[in-house]
């Protein structure tokens, strides 16, 4: 067998798992929505004509899309990525088409192949997310996720996250729009996330979901200025799992009847249980999609198979409890 021949086996061998098909044993129920298992993709890390080359995008848990705007929005200028130790520091800037383009092509798209969809909104201020939550409420998402959580936007995002008033304010407004499970994503650049937490479900929040990233930055050493054009970015991958661990063990202490997916850092089906044992009903992978599109569906698979032996933990996850 030549070299390339071996090569071509070698890759229908690695990818083969993600393409077989597979029956789930172990689904979750997520604020009243059932995930064939108990994991999603993470907003901004999954676009479906680039993962759904590699595997069927309906068998995840969910699929959360990148955030949407009431119209499109270019994102912060270049460079908007770095790489540091056990992750990345980005500054993307909540680049999207605009949510007309995300009800004509990406929603119908995911809905059509049968996936279960959590739509993530964005704005850089409350009408903003008025806006993009009207259009939604009587879409064919499952979910949604609202984020005030994004470290990279001068206006919105993580300023209304790390405030209770201004959350409260803006769930008041959003949660009478839509009968669909709202879901708060939350930042880990608080001192107490609890206080946070709280103001989310007292003002309508049906489930939280965190972390989004923490913020950081990389300088070059040859200039002496931030690599980012932004300057400071938002920090993912293994690096935060600690801290969203952390997060949702303490949210989970704080409210023990909320919904709450983990994410931060998952890149195997072991981390994902860690999730689960802190307290969550389900998580999202996200970096690890950057580097390993079928991320996901891998992590999905690996936890399918470890909460075999886990048939307590399993048995709560699949009528909406959680281990703690
Ligand atoms: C390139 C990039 C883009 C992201 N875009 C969004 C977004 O649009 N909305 C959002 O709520 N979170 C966004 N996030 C945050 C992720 O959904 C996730 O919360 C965070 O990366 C932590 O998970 P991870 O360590 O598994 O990557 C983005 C993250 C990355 C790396």
């Known amino acids: 067998m030549d070299e390339r021949a071996k090569e071509n086996e070698t890759m229908n061998e690695t990818t083969s798992s993600v393409y077989e098909p597979h029956e789930w044993k172990h689904g979750t129920v997520v604020a009243g929505i059932p995930w064939r298992n108990p994991v999603g993709t993470a907003s901004g890390t999954f676009q479906?004509?680039?993962c759904g080359q590699f595997y069927d995008v309906s068998q995840l848990g969910a699929v959360t899309t990148k955030g949407v705007s009431p119209v499109p929005w270019l994102g912060n200028p270049g460079v908007r990525t770095a790489e540091c130790p056990a992750g990345t520091v980005n500054a993307v800037g909540l680049q999207n088409p605009g949510v007309d383009h995300y009800l004509e092509y990406d929603l119908p798209k995911l809905k059509n192949m049968g996936a279960t969809v959590v739509s993530n909104v964005a704005g850089h201020c409350d009408d903003?997310?008025?806006?993009?939550?009207?259009?939604?409420a009587d879409s064919d998402a499952d979910m949604l996720e609202i984020n005030v959580s994004c470290p990279n936007v001068t206006h919105g995002g993580m300023s209304v996250g790390t405030d209770p008033m201004?959350?409260?304010?803006?769930?008041?407004?959003?949660?009478p729009m839509t009968d669909k499970p709202m879901i708060v994503k939350?930042?880990?650049?608080?001192?107490?996330?609890?206080?946070?937490?709280?103001?989310?479900?007292?003002?309508?929040?049906?489930?939280l979901s965190m972390i989004n990233t923490l913020v950081g930055m990389r300088i070059n050493i040859k200039t002496g200025e931030p690599i980012i054009a932004n300057r400071t970015g938002g920090v993912s991958g293994p690096a935060v799992f600690p801290v969203g661990?952390?997060?949702?063990?303490?949210?989970?202490t704080a409210l023990p009847d909320v919904p709450i997916i983990g994410i931060g850092g998952i890149d195997s089906g072991e981390k994902a249980l860690e999730y689960l044992y802190a307290g969550a009903n389900a998580v999202e992978v996200?970096?690890?999609?950057?580097?390993?599109?079928?991320?996901?569906?891998?992590?999905?698979?690996?936890l399918d198979d470890l909460l075999d032996s886990r048939p307590q933990l399993a048995h709560k996850l699949v009528k909406g409890d959680t281990w703690r």
């Open 48 to 50: 479906v004509d680039a």
């Open 128 to 136: 903003d997310y008025a806006q993009v939550v009207a259009k939604l």
């Open 166 to 175: 201004a959350l409260s304010r803006l769930m008041e407004r959003l949660r």
């Open 186 to 207: 939350l930042t880990p650049n608080v001192t107490d996330i609890t206080a946070i937490a709280k103001a989310a479900v007292e003002s309508g929040a049906d489930a």
């Open 245 to 252: 661990l952390a997060c949702v063990w303490r949210v989970r």
């Open 286 to 302: 996200g970096g690890a999609a950057l580097y390993d599109p079928t991320a996901p569906i891998r992590v999905a698979r690996e």
